[in-house]
């Protein structure tokens, strides 16, 4: 029976698997079948297991959030002590790296369960410098863009003001709705005064 090798962490952190690494949509990728040799190299009694429901399906889906995919590798007896047994999780994503909800294939989920063995393996230190800042926040995120208001042309300027004396239209209602130029937030401003009466 082979034993598994004496490999710390800081060993396994040292292993390079660059030449197994592709760049896809600005991400690194890792294989799944480099870094399992790779890894089985380290610990050939290694195993991993794909989580699955009480249904036995491989994935856990939540209808507003998404799909969770799951697996777990154990070390049996590293360095000659306990079993060590890692759990990770992967959503399914779309082509965009954006979780699916509603319209994952089984394609979609067994290329997550494979992704998810990959970062799996990186708790143990095989290739973790690649997800290195993967949980850091965002440098920039992007700005939320308010909605611009249309403006108002000052014939339709002029007929709002005449629905508004008449009472069909309010003066906030037109403000909240059009991007008003100076002149005419000043007519706003005197047609409120003489409705207060100053």
Known sequence: MEKNKSMSFDDMLKVNVNSFTEKKGG????????????????????????IKTDEGKPY????SLGIMCHTEVT????????????EMWLPVMDFRNKAMVNTATMFDINKTIMRCLVKNL??????????????L????????KKAV?????????????????????????LESRFNLSPD???????LKSKKNGK
């Open 27 to 50: 991400l690194t990728y890792l294989s799944w079948a480099n870094a399992w040799t790779e890894f089985k190299k380290c610990y050939p009694m290694a195993t991993y297991k794909v």
């Open 60 to 63: 856990f889906k939540d209808e």
């Open 75 to 86: 070390v049996p007896q590293i360095n000659n002590g306990a079993d060590l047994t890692y």
């Open 122 to 135: 990186a708790m143990f230190g095989l290739g973790l410098y690649i997800y290195a800042g993967e949980d």
């Open 137 to 144: 926040p965002e440098e920039s995120k992007p700005s939320i």
């Open 149 to 173: 208001k249309p403006s108002l042309l000052d014939k339709d300027f002029d007929r709002a003001i005449e629905t508004i004396k008449e009472g069909k239209y309010s003066s906030n209602e």
């Open 184 to 190: 005419q937030q000043k007519t706003i401003i005197n």
